[in-house]
């Protein structure tokens, strides 16, 4: 047993568990408050104290029938060289699998919730925010993999400087036939006041980020429950306008590429809504959004058309295809290209070409 100040000890339990006491009378009675706490050592620096109830990162893993791989995702949680964290484990009500028993397995530093509806990914992902008690926020999937050192660095940056609301890092995509790739091996990415940057490119892979708390709430609404694909990059994109984005230049999470994980076609289609969903998000939270960004309007808005276009072609339409990429063509030689080959049948000029491009992503 060690003192610690009037009334206030701490008591070794056993290696790594203590309890720390306060006590107190009331109402001419003594009370004790007892906190359990778990010791952190790092870089041989002097013993710190883990306070379970106020974690500095709260990790939000949703899930969905995920079990294949949870084991894997919540170990590289637990296997971080900074250990001051918790996990928001929220489990939708429709999932049948053993996700549940496997999660429970890992003890309280994990906190299970399970919806009592079924929920698309965003609302349950507010839901699991809620629950958050940390200082920062983290997401991972129930699929992909933390580095060790990924929340120890990243922390450093968000710390370093209050202005700071996201901190993102470099990623390695990889598939089960053992092929890698880097996102950021032959550029480097954007930091600083990056929104015009991210409206033009959306760079930041949702299981590298560490958000600060403040930045969230800074927001109307975290996620928009509205969106399937891109509610992540809804996000950040609100977030880059209030806040400054750092990252640190090396990968610090695995992403794992599965094959047919989302219908090419059915990814096309949900694109082209909710890209129109997401300007009508930022044209509330940015001031005069339309009047001082109508490059980066103009490019949101050919990407979507340009989905748009490929969907007439692959049903035939094809002069509505050339329709809507005709506003386009002065823009680049690619956009010319395609809309000339709308003139050709889509089964034996695109698909063969969209193949050859994708084939190099490791889902094949």
């Known amino acids: 047993m060690e003192a610690n100040g009037n009334n206030r000890y701490v008591y070794l339990?056993?290696?790594?568990?203590?309890?720390?006491?306060?006590?107190?009378?009331?109402?001419?009675?003594?009370?004790?408050?007892?906190?359990?706490?778990?010791?952190?050592?790092?870089?041989?620096?002097?013993?710190?104290?883990?306070?379970?109830?106020?974690?500095?990162?709260?990790?939000?893993?949703?899930?969905?029938?995920?079990?294949?791989?949870?084991?894997?995702?919540?170990?590289?949680?637990?296997?971080?060289?900074?250990?001051?964290?918790?996990?928001?484990?929220?489990?939708?009500?429709?999932?049948?699998?053993?996700?549940?028993?496997?999660?429970?397995?890992?003890?309280?530093?994990?906190?299970?919730?399970?919806?009592?509806?079924?929920?698309?990914?965003?609302?349950?992902?507010?839901?699991?925010?809620?629950?958050?008690r940390g200082k920062y926020i983290a997401i991972l999937d129930c699929d992909d993999l933390w580095l060790?050192?990924?929340?120890?660095?990243?922390?450093?940056?968000?710390?370093?400087?209050?202005?700071?609301?996201?901190?993102?890092?470099?990623?390695?995509?990889?598939?089960?036939?053992?092929?890698?790739?880097?996102?950021f091996e032959f550029k480097k990415p954007h930091r600083g006041n990056v929104f015009s940057e991210l409206l033009f490119e959306n760079f930041i892979n949702t299981q590298t980020v560490l958000i600060r708390k403040e930045a969230f709430d800074s927001l109307n609404t975290p996620f928009d429950g509205r969106l399937i694909m891109s509610g992540d990059y809804d996000a950040f994109l609100r977030i880059s306008y209030k806040w400054e984005i750092d990252y640190v230049d090396k990968p610090l999470a695995r992403y794992r590429?599965?094959?047919?994980?989302?219908?090419?076609?059915?990814?096309?289609?949900?694109?082209?809504?909710?890209?129109?969903?997401?300007?009508?998000?930022?044209?509330?939270?940015?001031?005069?959004?339309?009047?001082?960004?109508?490059?980066?309007?103009?490019?949101?808005?050919?990407?979507r058309d340009v989905q748009l276009s490929l969907l007439d072609w692959e049903n035939g339409d094809r002069k509505n295809a050339r329709t809507r990429l005709h506003f386009y063509v002065r823009d680049g030689i690619s956009y010319l290209t395609l809309y000339l080959l709308t003139y050709l049948s889509y089964r034996y000029f695109f698909y063969p070409f969209y193949r050859l491009y994708t084939k190099n992503l490791m889902a094949d």
């Not at 969903?277 to 044209?283: E, Q």
């Not at 009047?291 to 808005?301: D, S, T």
Request: net charge neutral; glycine share 4%; proline share 2%.
């Open 13 to 132: 339990v056993s290696k790594g568990l203590y309890l720390d006491a306060v006590n107190y009378s009331k109402n001419n009675q003594i009370c004790v408050e007892i906190n359990v706490t778990m010791p952190i050592l790092k870089n041989n620096q002097s013993e710190k104290l883990y306070n379970s109830s106020t974690p500095t990162v709260s990790v939000i893993m949703n899930c969905l029938n995920c079990e294949k791989y949870l084991r894997e995702a919540i170990d590289s949680v637990f296997a971080q060289t900074y250990e001051d964290w918790e996990i928001i484990f929220w489990e939708d009500n429709a999932s049948k699998d053993g996700s549940e028993n496997i999660a429970r397995s890992y003890g309280r530093k994990l906190r299970y919730f399970r919806s009592d509806v079924s929920l698309p990914l965003y609302g349950s992902r507010n839901l699991a925010v809620q629950e958050a």
């Open 148 to 183: 060790p050192t990924k929340l120890e660095e990243q922390i450093q940056l968000l710390e370093s400087d209050e202005e700071i609301g996201l901190v993102y890092s470099d990623i390695i995509s990889f598939s089960e036939k053992g092929k890698e790739r880097r996102s």
């Open 257 to 303: 590429v599965h094959r047919n994980s989302k219908s090419w076609r059915d990814g096309r289609k949900l694109v082209t809504v909710e890209i129109d969903l997401m300007m009508d998000n930022l044209r509330k939270a940015v001031n005069e959004f339309d009047k001082n960004y109508p490059e980066e309007i103009r490019h949101l808005k050919r990407r």
